[in-house]
């Protein structure tokens, strides 16, 4: 996941409110549900010490959400009386609206609510030319459509000559009409920078479109067994987006565990458990942070200082560094704050981890380093 959205968020100092709402029911009562959720999580702020000014601002930033047609929801950062950042979430939170007041903004579950929401391009193609849907976790839209040779596009059973050099005219088109298609998906794939291509249609059509579309996205393609002009099911959208998370969560884990395997020189190019991953964070040496969010080590204290390169396992190590102020704050936040700032990504292994998976990466926390 891309973490430079985040930057605004360590431009000023906190404390932070967090602040996670759901926004995934809709019906009749729900401006009254969200109006009575935007006095609870202040409430709950102020019950955590935030400050009268931030308290107001959440509040009154949750209640504009009253008749939001967000599918999932939105997270609110505030700090000093005013609202930073409000991204919205690709998934609902699951365990409903929550708000917290800490030294850092509250931005790890974001890996898992807002990270690796695969935007995808669904084509949907027959013999005349493809029209182009754009899907994601916020909804789908029109992106366009292509036209290729009217005509002639449908084979004859006779065998004369006239009759095969037809069907020869059928294969030119069929041929120029696909290379038309891939054409235009491959600019639609760039212009709406998607990570999915979804090719729709009869097998044929299907296969000479894929083999025409540069090979850079070969890794991006997905095919789907339907018939020309059937339109996909949300379901089947999201089957597809949930395996590319799935398949990039498993390539960025398998890196990981062939990293931590000592090189010639006896040493690994990745690191896990809190205090190596502080000190290459100290360092600079973080190129990728792997999550499990529900490890252990998530939640463990670690001490920071005001830049996000003063974080230590003990509040001594800090002093020692020269650094006179410091707070407790949770590892994964202390973590994904440093990664922002060095231009780093951060990945959720979740969707790749199998139940049986033990302790990986150990503690919950792993990275791949740019140098050993």
């Known amino acids: 996941m891309d973490l430079a959205f985040l930057h605004p968020l360590y431009e000023h100092s906190g404390p932070w409110a967090s602040v996670y709402v759901d926004l995934s029911r809709h019906a009749e009562d729900t401006p009254h549900e969200r109006e009575l959720t935007a006095q609870a999580v202040a409430r709950e702020l102020a019950g955590q010490g935030a400050d009268e000014a931030t308290c107001r601002a959440v509040r009154d930033a949750v209640d504009e959400l009253r008749h939001a047609s967000d599918p999932h929801g939105r997270a609110l950062f505030a700090r000093d009386g005013e609202v930073v950042l409000d991204p919205p979430l690709a998934r609902a939170p699951v365990r409903g609206s929550s708000a917290q007041w800490a030294p850092l903004p509250r931005v790890s579950p974001l890996l898992e609510l807002a990270g690796e929401d695969p935007v995808c391009v669904v084509a949907y193609i027959d013999r005349k030319g493809a029209d182009f849907e754009l899907r994601s976790g916020l909804g789908s839209h029109e992106a366009g459509s292509v036209s290729g040779r009217q005509w002639p596009v449908h084979r004859t059973s006779s065998v004369d000559w006239s009759e095969r050099h037809f069907q020869l005219r059928v294969e030119n088109t069929w041929e120029h009409n696909a290379a038309e298609i891939a054409d235009a998906l491959a600019v639609c ?184």
């Open 189 to 372: 794939q760039e212009e709406t920078r998607a990570d999915l291509l979804i090719l729709v249609g009869d097998a044929r059509e299907r296969r000479a479109v894929h083999e025409r579309l540069p090979q850079r996205l070969y890794g991006s393609v997905v095919e789907a067994d339907h018939g020309t002009g059937s339109r996909l099911l949300d379901e089947e959208v999201e089957q597809a987006r949930a395996e590319h998370v799935r398949r990039r969560a498993q390539e960025d884990l398998d890196r990981f565990l062939a990293a931590r395997t000592p090189g010639g020189e006896g040493r690994t190019a990745a690191v896990e458990g809190v205090p190596a991953l502080v000190e290459a964070a100290r360092e600079h040496r973080i190129d990728e942070l792997l999550v499990r969010p529900d490890g252990p080590d998530t939640h463990r204290e670690v001490w920071i200082g005001e830049d996000p390169d003063q974080l230590a396992v003990r509040r001594t190590e800090l002093k020692t560094l020269g650094e006179q102020h410091s707070w407790s704050a949770r590892a994964d936040d202390a973590l994904l704050r440093s990664v922002v700032m060095t231009g780093a990504p951060a990945i959720s292994v979740t969707p790749a981890l199998p139940e049986d998976a033990g302790d990986t990466p150990a503690g919950g926390l792993g990275a791949l380093l740019r140098w050993s």
